[in-house]
């Protein structure tokens, strides 16, 4: 790794490290350079929220690096306003361990991108899906919120488990596969308990 790369992983590192509190103004602006965390109040027009993140065919090292942070940070902020808002007290036991797994998920991949041997600079503004639902969240009635959590932060982490085991079974870049390998378990785990907090 570059010493360049270094200095924007230490860079990553403090951002990351410092992210907290769901921010209050959404982004206006893509950020491609620095590492801002994802806004998260936008309200975007139908159309524009079924936008996927776009993928990186030449690196499938850094896009799904990038894909699992934007799942990982979106659980994150999903599990602080389900701890604030959750009617029922299994639900918020749920959010707090998809919480507290979430910052671990996040320090395990500030290790792999460390240990990575691919170009980990990539854009880390959420994209009009995950605004519309962390939205959504924020909006919903009181009487409606742990089963709609449930079902759009299970649905996040399901899809987030699912990227990892295809990158743990075919990924090239060690560090991120072995990242891929450790973090897949937690995302399932963490839907399933969110699964059962619905059903219950």
Known sequence: MTFKAAYKV????????????????????????????????????AAAAQTPPTADASNPAKDFIRQTFLANEFGIAAAQVAIAKAQSPETKAAAQTVLNDGMK?????????????SDMHFDQTWNADYKAKLADLQTAADADFDQKYAAIAGQVLTSAASTASAYAASGDDAAVKTFATTAQPIFQTDAGKLAATASS
């Not at 206006?28 to 806004?39: M, R, S, V």
């Not at 998920?105 to 041997?117: F, P, Y």
């Open 10 to 45: 230490t860079a990553v590192l403090a951002a990351l490290a410092t992210f907290g509190a769901l921010n209050a103004q959404a982004q206006t602006t893509p950020q491609t350079t620095g590492p801002t965390p994802p806004a998260t109040t936008a309200q975007p027009d």
């Open 105 to 117: 998920v996040r320090q395990d991949m500030i290790a792999a991108i460390q240990g990575s041997t």
